[in-house]
């Protein structure tokens, strides 16, 4: 069962790349420029098509559910991973404003809990 919708996964991952590279060389970047997020958008488009359309049968979907559920994980180690490659080779600065980012974005989590808690509590006083 897995195995079904890996062709329309396959083919949206060589759009996406491609298109991430044409955009990378249009930017002036010898980069891949969104090759994944386009290659994730092509997939949900297509496999929403797909599914209004009728051509995408039950499996194919189940399919590209569990190979999408793969895929995104998989997708974001893999760059976290070239993200703390560059920032190490980028110098202490880059380093600093990484552990800058994840302590601010701690320091919110308790502000943000607040918010939230706060939230039902208003809507239960209503009822």
């Known amino acids: 069962m897995a195995i079904y919708g890996v ?3 396959s083919a949206c991952m060589f759009a996406g790349v491609f298109l991430g590279d044409v955009l990378g060389g249009l930017l002036g ?9 386009f290659a994730m958008l092509f997939l949900i488009l ?4 797909g599914i209004d359309k009728g051509w ?4 194919s979907q189940e399919g590209i559910a569990f190979w999408g559920a793969m895929y ?3 997708v974001v180690a ?8 560059a920032a190490l080779a980028g110098g202490p600065l880059a380093v600093l404003g990484g552990v800058l980012g994840v302590a601010v974005a701690f320091a919110f989590i308790p502000v943000l809990t607040k ?8 809507e239960q006083s209503k009822k």
């Open 56 to 59: 995408l049968k039950s499996k």
């Open 7 to 9: 062709a329309l996964l």
């Open 72 to 74: 995104i994980p998989i």
């Open 78 to 85: 893999m760059s976290s991973i070239q993200d703390v490659v």
């Open 46 to 49: 297509l496999t929403n098509r």
């Open 115 to 122: 918010m939230g808690s706060k939230t039902p509590a208003v």
């Open 29 to 37: 970047v010898k980069a891949n420029v969104g090759g994944v997020g």
